[in-house]
């Protein structure tokens, strides 16, 4: 297709949020921005460090002033902003451990200082899902625990702490990705659950946000028959126009989650989703990390005008999406002018870390905190979702080898475990660390083993403590930075 002539193009650029590969914009992007494109998105491999966001987005805002640059920043286990060294905040499930809501505004506010300053716009979090399935494989320590009416008061605090910060809030996954064992990376999540427990459990958080005064809505490709029964939330009309506008009450601009996820990719196509989630509502389609060059946002562009032309998409439908986005980046021009004033709250990432972690000791206990000379870690390794990124750093090994000098630390995958995990050990302190042990069978086992040979090993779980087991056991409640750190210190007793 040769490219439209007209309005038109401009409009459909007006709704596209691409990714690009690099750490400075790429030509096609900054010619688009003077075309009509009206947002990006930056994801771990635009990133280098705060002064080089800056440096990115002052370049993007030299060809349009007001353009939208989003970030999938959720301060946890998910970062972009530090993919680099592992996130500096504890993440939702620890401040949901916490459960102090203004400390969770306070870390959400210091998270959007720092995004301002780097002249990010728009965040898509926080994650609004109530993680009730602790099988989940995608969600987990992303979501701030599995009550409904605790998410409802931490993702209202985080709205109002962001947005004070000054950068626009994005809940997520519209109407709840918590209850599922499939990752809509790879297919389409459906959700059993019937509307009175969808209006107790997975929509209370979202009706806290809009009452918050949340910004935008990202929508799950989540297949959730008692709202629809034939088409998945980023691509229903009953879910977006009916339930989150009309019923809701919402007003803001509606993202999809990325477009080329298999969840609606394999079923409609990439074009065809994009076509189907503006026509049910959305205002905005992000195109994730998977599609990030000119000729995937040509395909879109290209596509959406074809659907006005031929009358599958109405022209007015796209104005007013295209009209909501416009909104939003007016929003965030006046909100990054207010957030020059403002300023970080310091170690606040830390002092949540810290007041997360968990120590259960059984009452038949030999082993003792703290440990006092150099420890063997061992850390299981389990398969990484898509949306936490293989290049983000975790364990404890670092930390503790920073408090305990001479400490060794070994990782295994599935494949990789010996018989005896401890086995190099000897006879010094053994500590293992483990995500989600309640999930991964091989995990479960190698650490019964281990423990077998060394009852007094400390276990560290650094994802949902479902599964309690050893002597003593440390919970982190994430597997960021600030948590490892926290996790060290409490082993060591330097705090």
């Not at 997520?172 to 509307?195: C, E, N, Q, W, Y």
């Not at 459990?201 to 946000?209: D, I, Q």
């Amino acid at each position: 297709m040769t490219t439209p002539t007209g309005h038109l193009p401009a409009l459909a650029a007006a709704v596209l949020q691409p990714g690009f590969v690099g750490t400075i914009p790429p030509p096609w992007v900054c010619r688009w921005l003077g075309e009509g494109l009206g947002s990006v998105v930056l994801f771990a491999r635009n990133v280098v460090d705060p002064a080089q966001v800056a440096a990115l987005t002052a370049t993007l805002r030299a060809e349009r002033p007001d353009v939208i640059v989003a970030i999938d920043e959720e301060a946890g286990d998910v970062t972009r902003l530090e993919s680099v060294h592992g996130s500096s905040r504890p993440g939702n499930f620890a401040l949901g451990a916490v459960d102090d809501p203004e400390l969770t505004e306070a870390v959400a506010r210091d998270l959007g200082v720092e995004l301002a300053a780097a002249g990010v716009t728009l965040n898509y979090a926080p994650d609004a899902d109530v993680n009730s399935n602790p099988e989940n494989p995608v969600i987990g320590v992303r979501s701030f625990g599995a009550d409904p009416a605790l998410v409802a008061r931490h993702t209202a605090a985080w709205v109002r702490g962001l947005q004070a910060g000054g950068v626009a809030a994005c809940a997520k996954h519209f109407p709840g990705h918590g209850d599922t064992r499939v990752d809509s990376h790879h297919d389409l999540p459906r959700i059993t659950a019937d509307r009175d427990r969808l209006d107790t459990c997975e929509l209370a958080p979202f009706r806290a946000a809009v009452a918050a005064g949340v910004q935008a809505v990202m929508t799950g490709h989540l297949l959730v028959p008692a709202l629809d029964p034939q088409l998945p939330a980023t691509l229903s009309r009953r879910i977006l126009s009916g339930l989150l506008r009309d019923e809701m009450g919402f007003s803001g601009v509606v993202v999809t989650d990325a477009v080329e996820m298999r969840a609606v990719a394999d079923r409609y196509g990439f074009a065809g989703a994009t076509v189907r989630a503006l026509a049910a509502g959305a205002d905005a389609i992000c195109i994730g990390g998977e599609r990030a060059d000119e000729q995937s946002a040509r395909e879109l562009r290209d596509a959406i005008v074809a659907a006005v032309v031929s009358g599958e998409l109405p022209e007015e439908r796209l104005a007013e999406a295209a009209k909501r986005v416009g909104q939003l980046a007016a929003w965030t021009v006046a909100a990054r002018a207010g957030s020059a004033e403002k300023r970080g709250t310091a170690d606040v990432g830390l002092v949540a870390a810290r007041r997360a972690v968990r120590v259960t000791v059984a009452p038949s206990a030999t082993v003792a905190l703290p440990l006092t000379r150099a420890a063997h870690v061992v850390e299981f390794e389990p398969l990484r979702n898509i949306a936490i990124g293989a290049e983000t750093p975790w364990g404890i090994g670092a930390p503790l080898g920073e408090l305990l000098p001479g400490t060794s630390t070994v990782r295994y995958a599935e494949p990789d475990v010996p018989a005896d995990p401890g086995a190099g050990a000897g006879p010094r302190p053994l500590v293992l660390v483990v995500r989600d042990l309640h999930r991964h069978d091989w995990m479960r086992a190698a650490v019964q083993r281990a423990l077998a040979a060394r009852p007094d090993a400390v276990v560290v779980e650094l994802g949902v403590p479902e599964l309690i087991t050893g002597a003593v056991h440390l919970a982190t409640h994430g597997a960021t930075r600030a948590s490892g750190w926290a996790a060290a210190e409490v082993l060591t007793g330097s705090r």
